[in-house]
């Protein structure tokens, strides 16, 4: 199997990518989603790794009635159909911050790499319905990058609320969920449409399963959280670079 040409990295937050746009000195590419036309949010900063392939890290951008980033499943959704649609990346990678569970081993401040991706808030109990809404998707494997990187592993549920309801915690822990966030599945079903696939990489800034409120302790070790991501997720690109899927 051929290298890989081209590697499109997602991320929600700005906060997120601004550390691998850095590392990489990338630049913003402002014509890349100009087929669109219109004022699409997503931004992409393009550049070329050691190998030659070229990478495009692709955020979701702001929301211009809120003025907030477009984390979720919505801006998730644009931003893969765009990057498969115009960029046509062998992989894509999604990096951002998510909740961890102190019942699977999880810690604040750790690394997962993702095995595969459910909705956890997408409950519709009609036959047939109920299967398309968790809409399980598995990710690309990728043992060699998981050995190298000494990360954790586990299922990452998607959902568009940063808190859990009772019936999101028993479906998350009836799915084995280790990593609760707002985005991957969304770009799994997308990136599947176009036979693209996808891994995740994210980093813990809350505990579920722990006795503080979710969006205070998100907001306390977002920084840490994106310091983390800062180092692992330039080592993803750097283990990807000159590799085929298959080397994964
Ligand atoms: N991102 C960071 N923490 C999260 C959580 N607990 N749920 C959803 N998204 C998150």
């Known amino acids: 199997m051929a290298p ?21 000195g990338l630049t913003l590419d402002a014509d890349a989603f100009a087929r ?10 393009s550049g070329t790794l050691k190998s030659g392939a070229r990478v495009d890290v692709v955020c979701a951008g702001s929301c211009a009635r809120h003025n907030v980033c477009n984390v979720g499943t919505v801006g998730a959704a644009l931003s893969t159909y765009e990057t498969c649609a115009t960029l046509r990346p062998d992989v894509i990678v999604n990096a951002g911050t998510a909740g961890g569970f102190a019942k699977r081993g999880g ?12 909705n956890h808030d997408r409950r519709i109990p ?6 398309y809404g968790v809409g ?16 954790k592993t586990g299922v990452v549920c998607t959902g568009n609320s940063l808190d859990a309801t009772e019936t999101c915690r028993a479906l998350l822990d009836e799915f084995e969920c280790s990593v609760k966030e707002m985005e991957a599945a969304a770009i799994a079903h997308v990136a599947h449409l176009f036979n693209v696939p996808v891994i995740a990489v994210k980093t813990i800034t809350d505990i579920v399963d722990g ?17 983390a991501l800062r180092d692992v997720v330039p080592r993803v690109v750097e283990f990807l670079d000159g590799k085929s899927v298959d080397e994964l």
């Open 211 to 227: 006795p503080q409120a979710t969006e205070e302790e998100f907001l306390r070790n977002l920084s840490s959280a994106a310091d």
């Open 4 to 24: 890989i040409a081209r590697v499109a990295v997602l991320f929600a937050m700005d906060a997120e990518a601004r550390p691998l746009i850095d590392a990489l």
């Open 36 to 45: 669109v036309g219109g004022d699409v949010p997503m931004r992409v900063y």
């Open 107 to 118: 810690e604040v401040g750790d690394v997962y790499v993702a095995t595969k991706f459910k």
């Open 136 to 151: 399980e998707y598995d990710a690309w494997p990728t043992p060699r990058l998981i050995e190298a990187l000494g990360c």
């Open 126 to 131: 009609i036959p047939g319905y109920d299967k």
